[in-house]
């Protein structure tokens, strides 16, 4: 669990360890924590014991961590300054070799998790702020950009023009982007992928076929924030600047809302599939719940 402070004139953060994920968000019953320089935007695992974290100061950190039975430790691997502005999304890809980071500054670099280097610098991949990354579920080399300039780009780091518009709006642009399906579904289902925008709604497309969205569905009344794709292909959650989660099922041509919770008292800003029937969320009310869909 990634958290935010704001002390006097000075943010902070903290990154939290549970092995237990009903005991979060209580401190005193986290396994370990580790505090950090500034606020937590964005996180993921690399693997069991290594998470990858993005910085509102533009920093990218690898973090270890041992629950051995002297003690669970979590330490810094390694901490790079390379961004220049706050990162605001993180995806490790389905090699687990490599993770993306994308940032206010308006580029996305891609790294390599056992050297914690940077391996591909995409300066100036939008002409403005990024707002999400999705890593294809069973292909590393590709991998999709939403940004603030309206667009969603698909990338191809195989090509020497790695980067093509697979969607375009300037009035209701798009806020985060998810791949459907995963590594073991069919290769149709990794060609479509969801588009959440500024207006609330999501937006169904396929990479074969760009001249129009498949489906729409209004999903909040305000601009979404993150999709998290379930590992059960075709379902995903949905959150944005409002206090509902919402799951919605997906076929070839249709959006159908499968589930709805509004417990929240804040906005939600964190999804995460424990497996493909439980849902944890975490928003600005302090709050981390549990959702069995």
């Known amino acids: 669990m990634g958290s935010s402070s704001l002390t006097g004139r000075y943010w902070g953060g903290s990154i939290w360890y549970y092995d237990d994920v009903a005991l979060a968000p209580h401190v005193e019953k986290c396994l370990v924590g580790y505090e950090v320089g500034s606020g937590v935007a964005d996180g993921a695992f690399v693997d069991d014991s290594t998470i990858i974290i993005g910085q509102d100061c533009g920093s990218v950190e690898f973090l270890s961590i041992s629950t051995e039975s002297t003690g669970a430790m979590m330490t810094s691997m ?42 591909r610098l995409l300066s100036l ?6 707002t999400g990354l999705s890593a294809h579920p069973s292909d590393d080399q590709l991998f999709l950009s939403s940004g603030m300039d309206g667009n969603v780009l698909l990338w191809d780091l195989r090509c020497q023009k790695p980067a093509s518009c697979v969607y375009r709006d ?25 588009v959440g925008l500024q207006s609330g709604a999501l937006a169904l497309r396929n990479t074969k076929s760009l001249n129009c969205s498949i489906a729409s569905f209004q999903a909040l009344n305000r601009p979404l924030y993150r999709i998290a794709a379930n590992p059960k292909p075709g379902q995903v959650a949905v959150c944005g600047n409002d206090t509902k989660v919402l799951v919605v099922d997906i076929t070839n041509e249709s959006i159908d809302l499968r589930y709805e919770d509004d417990r929240h008292s804040d906005f939600v800003r964190g999804l995460s599939w424990r497996d493909s029937e439980c849902l944890v969320t975490c928003g600005w009310d302090k709050t981390v719940l549990i959702h069995q869909i």
Do not use: Y
């Open 78 to 119: 390694c901490r790079v300054e390379e961004h220049l502005d706050a990162v605001i999304c993180v995806q490790v890809t389905c090699n687990r070799k490599t993770a993306l980071t994308g940032s206010t500054d308006m580029s996305i670099r891609m790294w390599d998790c056992q050297t914690s280097n940077v391996v």
């Open 125 to 130: 991949a939008h002409s403005q702020q990024v």
């Open 170 to 194: 300037w009035e209701d642009k798009p806020e985060c982007v998810t791949w459907l399906g995963s590594a073991d579904s069919s290769s149709a289902t990794g060609e479509q992928f969801l």
